[in-house]
């Protein structure tokens, strides 16, 4: 079955560092893949989505960009702020489109001032 | 963004005992919700899926009569754990998907309800 790998944490990074949180799948098909944020407190929010093989995902400057080649969707941000605490889920959902996530274990990061 | 809200947020109970999570949508209407359940420093699991006024289907794995799911209204899910055991000890988080979502994947989460059994 569909399945997503990510990267464990807790990751502790000092503010403008650099972010990485790697990610791969697998899965028959053509899926769509996502980045989700959970901040301390809340619900699990969209944060970025690639829909289709080269695809570059982007928000608050955050990028992934989805490789068919390597089942690959990494996630990056050049310079983190103390605001980017929070975990960070890999998704995909399969290519038929009926909403059903499969989720990777989460990624805690932690930015200090 | 849209909101959904779980309550309780955090409940503990004794075992035997039946517990109830509701999951509303509070600016949209939900036609399809799903429950998910995560351990401790792994993933979430998806346990079932229900659409306004039907049964909900369950995954693999998931007992039905044990996890009871009730999506009566297009704005409220609920989860009932019964005769919960130490075991049902979990995190539980819903999403709804519904006439706000515009394309596969734009789903609204919950913030989690943390059960305890003891």
């Known amino acids: 079955g569909d399945s997503v790998t990510q990267m464990e944490g807790p990751v502790t990074l000092s503010e403008e560092a650099c972010l990485t949180i790697?990610?791969?799948?697998?899965?028959?098909?053509?899926?769509?893949l996502f980045w989700y944020v959970q901040y301390p407190g809340e619900g699990l929010q969209l944060l970025l989505k690639a829909t289709k093989a080269d695809d570059k995902g982007s928000n608050k400057g955050f990028e992934a960009t989805y490789r068919k080649e390597t089942t690959s969707f990494h996630l990056e941000k050049g310079s983190v702020q103390v605001s980017d605490s929070a975990v960070y889920f890999c998704?995909?959902?399969?290519?038929?489109?009926?909403?059903?996530?499969?989720f990777g274990a989460g990624t805690t990061v932690t930015v200090r001032a | 963004g849209a909101v959904v809200s779980q309550h309780p947020s955090w409940v503990i109970c004794k075992s035997g005992t039946s517990v109830k999570i509701e999951c509303r949508s509070l600016d949209f209407q939900a036609t399809t919700m799903f429950w998910y359940r995560q351990f401790p420093k792994q993933s979430l699991m998806l346990m079932a899926t229900s659409n306004e006024g039907s049964k909900a289907t369950y995954e693999q794995g998931v007992e039905k009569d044990k996890f009871l799911i009730n999506h009566a209204s297009l704005t409220l899910s609920t989860l009932t754990v019964t005769s919960a055991h130490p075991e049902d000890s979990s995190f539980y988080i819903c999403?709804?998907?519904?006439?706000?979502?515009?394309?596969?994947?734009?789903?609204?989460f919950g913030e989690g309800s943390r059960l305890t059994v003891l």
């Open positions: 999403s709804a998907w519904g006439d706000r979502t515009e394309s596969a994947g734009e789903l609204f």
């Open positions: 998704a995909l959902s399969d290519q038929y489109g009926d909403y059903k996530l499969s």
């Open positions: 790697n990610c791969t799948y697998t899965a028959t098909g053509y899926p769509s």
